[in-house]
């Protein structure tokens, strides 16, 4: 049986989410950030990075959030949450993943944590506007990108992983200064059929969450 280790409302939600919807067993392990659990040896024995999430499955541990939804979805084909190997559309679906994983969520963990490159209260502050900056420019993308076609989800006619990890990055952003992702009309209009899911409304529930989760 897999393993998670989680922590409410952090990266887990994306392979707690999609372990639902792929309606496969699955045994949650609380490591909860709040108590510094994710920085105990035996944590860091599992995850040398101490960030959660990480999978467990057959004895081997998987971290990197992206990693461990790769794995997941390819576990489980039948299930079709991620296109098939070499189409098109699986190429479409690694852009959109490794960009979400690579570019958006890298910029929000600096806007969460920008005391980690600057010594100074101020200089933090400082970087941590820039970072909520930054992420407007790509929730905008993604905006664009939903505009761009009247599908209902993400990559088009077909429900997927990338729903899933795209909905809990714009969550992130709820508590921007200035333009949040629900204030994108696409975005918006998107979310809520992503929040309507029963896998999602029963990770929410799970966690602990209140409305509005984006
Ligand atoms: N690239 C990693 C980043 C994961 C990450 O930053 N997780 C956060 C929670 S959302 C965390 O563990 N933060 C604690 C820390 O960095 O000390 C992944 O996608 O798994």
Known sequence: M??????PSTASMAPHILLEELAVPYELVLTDTATGSHKKADYLALNPNGTIPTLVDQG?????????CLHLVDSHPEK???PAPGTLQRAEAYKWLIWLSA???????????PDRWVS?????????????????GLLEQIDKHLASHCSPWFLGEEFSLIDIYAMMLCRWTRHFDEKKARDFPFIALW???VLARPAVQKVMDYDGLVKPYV
Do not use: G, M
């Open 103 to 113: 570019t958006l969520q890298s910029t929000l963990v600096v806007y969460f944590y």
């Open 2 to 7: 897999y393993q998670l280790y989680y922590s």
């Open 191 to 193: 979310v809520q059929k």
């Open 60 to 68: 081997q541990a998987i971290f990197e959030t992206a990693a461990i």
């Open 80 to 82: 079709t949450l991620f």
């Open 120 to 136: 100074s209260e101020q200089n933090a502050a400082d970087v941590k506007r820039h970072a909520e900056q930054k992420a407007k």
